[in-house]
């Protein structure tokens, strides 16, 4: 079945330890999206990828990048985790033109 | 920039009786407004969406309506069961070209009372 992948589903990292969350994708959409959720809290848009234009929100943190090496995976580096930044990641991809999102399962960080 | 605002925050019904969650939006460009339901721990799944073409749409127990002038549209679920319960968020798209982008509100937590 067409799908979004993440892995891993869980992750616990230490405080200042770079970490990375991978998101992969057979649905072949153009776009690839990565949002933070934080407890009882609506998604929010970190950045987001057309193909390999990258689009960064004005207010996401300059510790977290993306990279995104082909069509199918997109990956989010955290580079010196707070304990601020525990949260769910969730990805989710669109085909150009087209509305629908499609999420992920999500990985829950956990920063000790 | 596009704000969404959802109400209520929380919201108990006994099974059987019919659920409505409410958004308004600032932005009178978006044009497409999904619903989300979100169970515990698991991934957002869309349920329905609307277009700002249209002003109503109906699935099965789920509908939405969408008044573009008011601009605020609106999740109707009927004959509600113990597995409609989970956190549903509303969202807004502003078309920005080669992508969309979800403004999503601040999510309602429905709780079906068997």
């Known amino acids: 079945d067409a799908m979004v992948i993440q892995n891993p589903r869980y992750q616990v990292t230490q405080f200042g330890k770079p970490v990375t969350l991978s998101c992969s994708q057979t649905?072949?959409?153009?776009?690839m999206y990565w949002y933070q959720q934080k407890s009882s809290q609506a998604p929010k848009l970190l950045f987001h990828?057309?193909?390999?234009?990258?689009?960064n929100e004005a207010d996401t943190p300059d510790n977290f990048q993306s990279r995104r090496p082909n069509t199918s995976f997109c990956f989010l580096d955290i580079r010196s985790p707070g304990l601020g930044d525990a949260a769910m990641y969730l990805c989710?991809?669109?085909?150009?033109?087209?509305?629908?999102?499609?999420f992920g399962p999500g990985t829950r960080l956990t920063v000790t | 920039g596009e704000n969404v605002e959802q109400h209520p925050s929380t919201l108990s019904v006994q099974e059987g009786d019919s659920a409505v969650i409410k958004c308004t939006y600032s932005?009178?460009?978006?044009?497409?407004f999904p619903w989300y339901k979100q169970e515990l721990g698991k991934r957002p799944q869309l349920i329905i969406d609307?277009?700002?073409?249209?002003g109503e749409k109906k699935d099965q127990r789920i509908a939405v309506t969408l008044n573009k002038t008011a601009k605020h549209f609106s999740l109707h679920i009927t004959e509600t069961q113990p597995e409609d319960s989970a956190v549903y968020f509303c969202?807004?798209?502003?078309?920005?070209?080669?992508?969309?982008?979800?403004?999503f509100g601040t999510g309602t937590l429905l709780a079906v009372q068997p």
């Open positions: 989710a991809t669109s085909r150009f033109q087209r509305y629908e999102q499609y």
């Open positions: 649905l072949n959409h153009n776009v």
């Open positions: 990828y057309y193909d390999k234009d990258f689009n």
């Open positions: 932005d009178s460009a978006s044009n497409y």
């Open positions: 609307i277009r700002s073409n249209v």
């Open positions: 969202a807004a798209s502003i078309d920005g070209g080669a992508t969309n982008k979800l403004i």
